[in-house]
């Protein structure tokens, strides 16, 4: 027996013909791609069955032509009204391609012609079509041209509401997509340009983990689940210990780790500048072994990714909630300060551009200062963690 047709049960429906109990001839007609709205009724000696709209989801984009339940049943009772009045039935109802290119096909005619062309940011480009993709969600069956400024600073701000760095890196990858679809004629002009950036500038994070935090999340760390979340539980303590981005800790591979230092080229930094740091044996301790090809934290299929779900097990795992990766940059760093080390070299810890003059004319690496400063804060953060450090994932 198929299931009642709700406002609750629409959404989880899989493929199929769901006729409505409450209104005659009226059915949800589930498939692979969309949810179309259909009535069954008698004209004569003959049955007719128009569409009458389109489902579109749970929060479908402003301006769209979403048709809910009882959207269907009004327009359904409509429909019968005007057959039994004998007035003409209506046009049938415009399929979502008459209405242009959706955000959802733009993105992926963009990806397949970045492909295709390759060269400069291929490297980068299976992450922000990622973001844009997973930010936009709720826009993606959205007719690309009904797009509005509006709705981009709508999202804009949401994102920099808890992730402000993610904010305004959507904003670069957006417009760099849009950018294309302008020239291609997909969309009358691009506007992400003109659109402010809001990101860091919004909301600066403070969030600082306590030794007790810290307890929680390390011990939590070995009880994940799966093979993936296990290499994510060990990642997590490397950042803890190393202060460095989780895109650089989830990208080395055992062959960038030579005598215990840690080698990053400028590809593969955002400073974009070598970086090499020598790692306390607290680090070393969670990179496991491989062949020097093989990533330090692997994913199902090669480089680890899907952090948010992961961290989510480990929120429930640790009981410790609100933190994000980038804390863990944050508490290594204050800890640093707390002992007593010098700012600069912490700046060069965390690999922080230069600026100013000073990035034209001073090009130390510091190496050996900035091993000091990670021993001196991995002996730390044993003191803080007791025993758990012998519990190595």
């Known amino acids: 027996m198929k299931k009642q047709l709700t406002a609750i049960s629409i959404p989880t429906l899989p493929e199929g013909d769901y006729p409505d109990l409450r209104m005659p001839g009226l059915s949800l007609r589930v498939g692979k791609k969309r949810k179309t709205w259909t009535l069954r009724y008698r004209v004569g000696e003959k049955w007719r069955r128009d569409t009458l709209g389109y489902y579109l989801g749970l929060n479908p984009p402003e301006g769209s032509d979403h048709m809910g339940l009882v959207d269907a049943r009004e327009a359904a009772r409509n429909r019968l009204d005007r057959v039994e009045a004998g007035v003409p039935a209506e046009e049938k109802a415009a399929h979502p391609k008459q209405a242009g290119m959706t955000l959802e096909q733009l993105f992926d005619k963009y990806e397949k012609a970045r492909m295709k062309k390759a060269g400069k940011g291929m490297k980068t480009l299976p992450e922000a079509m990622r973001a844009v993709r997973r930010i936009l969600a709720d826009y993606l069956k959205l007719p690309a041209k009904n797009f509005s400024k509006g709705d ?45 950036r809001v990101g860091p500038g919004l ?99 090669g480089k680890l990714g899907g952090f948010s779900k992961f961290k989510e097990e480990l929120d429930e795992l640790s009981g410790v909630q609100g933190w994000r990766h980038h804390d863990l940059r944050r508490t290594a760093s204050t800890n640093m300060q707390e002992l007593s080390i010098e700012p600069h070299i912490i700046d060069m810890v965390l690999n922080h551009a230069i600026k100013g003059v000073g990035g034209h004319y001073m090009h130390a690496k510091l190496t050996e200062a900035k091993g000091e400063a990670l021993e001196k804060w991995a002996v730390d953060l044993a003191k803080i963690l007791g025993g758990q450090t012998r519990n190595v994932v």
Request: proline share 5%; with cysteine.
């Open 152 to 196: 981009l600073r709508k999202v804009r701000d949401e994102v920099a509401k808890s992730a402000p760095q993610m904010s305004d890196r959507f904003m670069s990858y957006l417009g760099t997509i849009m950018k294309w679809a302008a020239q291609e004629d997909h969309i009358p002009m691009n506007f992400v340009p003109d659109t402010l």
């Open 203 to 301: 909301v600066k994070r403070k969030r600082v983990l306590t030794p007790d935090e810290m307890r929680a999340i390390w011990a939590a760390c070995p009880l994940m689940k799966s093979a993936e979340g296990k290499a994510y539980g060990r990642l997590v303590r490397f950042l803890l210990v190393v202060a460095q981005r989780i895109s650089e800790g989830a990208a080395l591979k055992h062959g960038d780790i030579i005598g215990g230092r840690w080698k990053q080229g400028e590809e593969d930094n955002k400073s974009g500048r070598e970086h090499l740091l020598k790692l306390p044996q607290l680090a070393l301790d969670q990179l496991g072994t491989g062949k020097a090809d093989q990533f330090c934290f692997p994913g199902k299929n």
